[in-house]
C-alpha cells in the first residue's frame, strides 16, 4: 500500500496521531452519563470539552507559528495527562465534584484542540498519506475510546474513576511517535521541519518560507537583526487569509458538526426505548451504544478518502440537517418503534459526520494555493469546534425540553439512570 519505509512511517505516526489525539474527547463524551448524572444535561460535558479546544483554535493562526512543533508536543501531553487526572480524582459523585470535573475537562480539551491545530499543519509538509492517515486514526479513536470505556464500564464492571484514570498515560504515546517514528530533521527544536519528503527543491523551500513570512520573524540580510513583523500588518494579514476558506470550507463542515453533536449530546440522551423492548439492563447503556455505533461511522468515512471522493461539501450538511430533524420528531413523537432503527440513524449519522471532515481537508489540500495551505489546514479545523460549540449551548436546553416533554406525556426513561 506504501512505497517505502518513509512512506509507512508517515503513515503510521499521522494515524497514531489521529487515534491519540481525539481519543480522550471521546471517552469523555462517552462518559458524559456518568459524569453528571441524570439530572443534568450532558451537553455541559460537551461545552467544556470543545469550548477550550475553540479558544485555542480561533486564536492559534495569530500565534502558533512562533511556537515549535516540538514544544506543542510537550504541552498537549501534559494538560492532557493532568486534566484526565483530575477528572478521574473527582468522578465518584455528581454534583460534589462538577466543578473539578469541568476543570479536568478543560485541560483535556485544551490538549485537544492545540494537537489539531498542530497535527493538520504538519501534513502539510508530508505526502497526502499523512492527511489519509490522520484522518483514519482520528476516525478509529471513536471506536477506540467509545468502544473501551463501554466494555470497561458495561461489560467488566470497573469504575468510571479507575476506566478514566487508565487513559490518562495514553498521551505519552505522542513523545515515543514523534521522536521515534515520524521522519523529522535531526534538529527537532526548529520551527520548520524538513521539506524533503515534499519532493521540493531547495528554491521552491525558499519560496514556501517566504510566502508564511507574515506568520514568523524575518531576518535582514544586510545587518543579520531580526525583526518582528508589525503586530496590526499581521492580524490584518492572517485575517486576509482567513476569509477565502469560510464559504467553501468552514460553513457546510461547522453545519455538519452542529446538527450531528446537537443529536449526540442534546437528543440522543432522549431516544430512548422501553428497556424490555432493548438488549440492555439500563438507560445508560443505550446513551453509551449509542456514541459507539455514531463512532464506528465516523471511523468508516474518515478512512474512505483513498476510496470515495466526496466534492460537494455541502451535501452532507445538509443531510445531517435532515437527521437532526428526525432524531427530534423521534425523540418528542415516538414514532420509530425499534431502537434497530435508531441504530442505523446514528450509525448513517457518524457516516456523514466523517465524509465531511476528511473530504473538506482532503479538498484543501488539493484546492488551496502552497502558499498558505498549511495556514488553511489548521485554520478550517476552526470550523467542527465551532460548531460543536453551538451545539452544545442549545443542546442543554434541548435535551431538558425534550426530556421534560417526554415527561410530561407519560415518558420518564430520561430521568433514569
Excluded at 151 to 156: A, R
Excluded at 193 to 202: E, I, K, Y
Excluded at 235 to 245: E, G, H
Amino acid at each position: 500500500m506504501f512505497g517505502s519505509s518513509v512512506d509507512r512511517r508517515i503513515a503510521i505516526s499521522f494515524w497514531l496521531f489521529g487515534l491519540i489525539n481525539n481519543a480522550l474527547y471521546v471517552v469523555i463524551l462517552s462518559a458524559a452519563s456518568d459524569l453528571v448524572g441524570p439530572n443534568i444535561p450532558k451537553a455541559l460535558v460537551l461545552f467544556f470539552d470543545v469550548a477550550p479546544s475553540f479558544i485555542v483554535k480561533l486564536s492559534a493562526p495569530f500565534y502558533l507559528k512562533f511556537i515549535p512543533y516540538n514544544f506543542r508536543i510537550f504541552i498537549c501531553v501534559a494538560f492532557s495527562c493532568f486534566g484526565m487526572v483530575i477528572l478521574s480524582g473527582s468522578s465518584d459523585t455528581y454534583e460534589s465534584s462538577l466543578g473539578r470535573k469541568m476543570l479536568g475537562i478543560t485541560f483535556a480539551s485544551l490538549s485537544s484542540g492545540l494537537g489539531e491545530v498542530t497535527f493538520l499543519s504538519l501534513t502539510h509538509y508530508y505526502k497526502d498519506i499523512s492527511l489519509n492517515a490522520w484522518s483514519s486514526g482520528t476516525g478509529f479513536a471513536g471506536i477506540f475510546g467509545s468502544f473501551n470505556f463501554m466494555v470497561m464500564t458495561t461489560w467488566w464492571n470497573i469504575s468510571t474513576r479507575n476506566t478514566l484514570y487508565s487513559f490518562s498515560i495514553l498521551p505519552f504515546t505522542f513523545i515515543a511517535v514523534f521522536w521515534k517514528v515520524l521522519p523529522t530533521i535531526p534538529d527537532i527544536n526548529d520551527t520548520y521541519l524538513s521539506l524533503r519528503f515534499l519532493d521540493m527543491s531547495p528554491a521552491n523551500n525558499q519560496e514556501h518560507e517566504d510566502s508564511v513570512g507574515f506568520l514568523t520573524e524575518r531576518q535582514d540580510p544586510e545587518s543579520g537583526s531580526h525583526n518582528l513583523i508589525d503586530l496590526k500588518h499581521h492580524i490584518q494579514a492572517t485575517a486576509k487569509n482567513i476569509a477565502p476558506l469560510v464559504v467553501p470550507y468552514m460553513i457546510p463542515l461547522s453545519t455538519v458538526y452542529f446538527a450531528e453533536y446537537l443529536i449526540n449530546q442534546g437528543i440522543s440522551p432522549t431516544l430512548l426505548f422501553p428497556l424490555k423492548d432493548t438488549p440492555f439492563s439500563s438507560f445508560r447503556d443505550i446513551y453509551v451504544s449509542y456514541a459507539t455505533l455514531y463512532q464506528v461511522g465516523v471511523f468508516i468515512s474518515r478512512s474512505s478518502a483513498p476510496f470515495f471522493r466526496l466534492k460537494n461539501l455541502y451535501l452532507p450538511a445538509i443531510l445531517q440537517i435532515v437527521n437532526l430533524l428526525l432524531c427530534v420528531i423521534q425523540s418528542m413523537y415516538l414514532v420509530v418503534p425499534s431502537i434497530y432503527f435508531m441504530f442505523i440513524i446514528i450509525f448513517y449519522e457518524g457516516l456523514l459526520g466523517g465524509a465531511s471532515y476528511v473530504n473538506t481537508f482532503m479538498s484543501i489540500s488539493e484546492e488551496v494555493s502552497l502558499e498558505i495551505r498549511e495556514f488553511a489546514l489548521g485554520t478550517v479545523s476552526i470550523s467542527d469546534s465551532l460548531g460543536v460549540g453551538l451545539a452544545s449551548l442549545i443542546g442543554m436546553w434541548t435535551e431538558t425540553s425534550l426530556c421534560d416533554y417526554q415527561v410530561s406525556h407519560g415518558r420518564d426513561w430520561c430521568k433514569k439512570k
